[in-house]
């Protein structure tokens, strides 16, 4: 049992070159979610997913596209890479909660990106 | 605006003590809190659910006070291994849409032998 996948686990990118970063679950769980970890910053909500064909945009949505074409895949995509956009990555999932509650996450190992 | 604030520390504690934090949260309609543990440079891991009640998992409990929004962790007979960061989240629910669960900076804990 996998849990939740990520790749790559490192990047080097040169701005204005563009990526995707994949994350894989194999734990059924209907919720998927992109965050982004910098110094000082805590884990800010980059886009998230409720469902297969679905998407919408969190707390720092801005340079960032995503897609949920399957269930067990989240894509996060970066167009135009900026140098702030280095960060580390972390994708996560749970099962379906409703507005008021929610279930614990389970995250990826994490993606090292850096825009040079 | 959603808010969950801790103390970032660092906690300097030596091994065999008890330890203690607190975190705030600023929606008093949420309903779902946790504590995550994250040692450096690795992935946030969920450490414990906090429920009304308070709930003990070996040597850590959570507590979770209402009234006053805040909840906490404490651990006793500090580890060596018990050295990360520890998240406290918080589902900051307002009635809007689901927009997942909201993460605190952190707190820093060291346990020195």
């Known amino acids: 049992n996998a849990g939740v996948t990520q790749t790559p686990k490192f990047r080097v990118l040169k701005t204005g070159q563009s990526m995707t970063l994949l994350c894989a679950q194999d734990?059924?769980?209907?919720?998927m979610y992109w965050y982004r970890q910098d110094p000082g910053m805590g884990l800010r909500l980059i886009h998230y997913?409720?469902?297969?064909?679905?998407?919408a945009k969190g707390e720092v949505p801005d340079g960032y596209n995503v897609s949920r074409l399957k269930k067990q895949n989240f894509l996060l995509g970066l167009e135009s890479a900026a140098p702030s956009q280095t960060s580390v990555y972390f994708c996560?999932?749970?099962?379906?909660?409703?507005?008021?509650?929610?279930?614990?996450?389970?995250f990826g190992s994490g993606t090292r990106l850096t825009v040079v | 605006r959603k808010e969950v604030e801790q103390d970032p520390g660092p906690f300097n504690v030596p091994e065999g003590a008890t330890v203690a934090f607190n975190c705030t949260y600023s929606?008093?309609?949420?309903?779902?809190f946790f504590w995550y543990r994250q040692d450096c440079r690795k992935e946030p891991k969920l450490l414990m659910s906090?429920?009304?009640s308070g709930n003990e998992d070996g040597r850590f409990t959570a507590q979770l006070n209402r009234a006053s929004q805040y909840i906490s962790l404490l651990i006793r007979d500090s580890k060596l291994s018990d050295s990360a960061t520890y998240l406290c989240?918080?589902?900051?629910?307002?009635?809007?849409?689901?927009?997942?669960?909201?993460f605190g900076k952190g707190t820093h804990l060291i346990i020195q032998p």
């Open positions: 996560a999932s749970s099962y379906a909660g409703t507005k008021e509650f929610l279930y614990g996450y389970t």
């Open positions: 734990m059924n769980h209907e919720y």
């Open positions: 997913s409720v469902g297969e064909g679905t998407t």
């Open positions: 929606n008093s309609a949420s309903q779902s």
């Open positions: 906090v429920y009304s």
């Open positions: 989240v918080v589902n900051m629910y307002s009635g809007g849409g689901a927009d997942g669960l909201t």
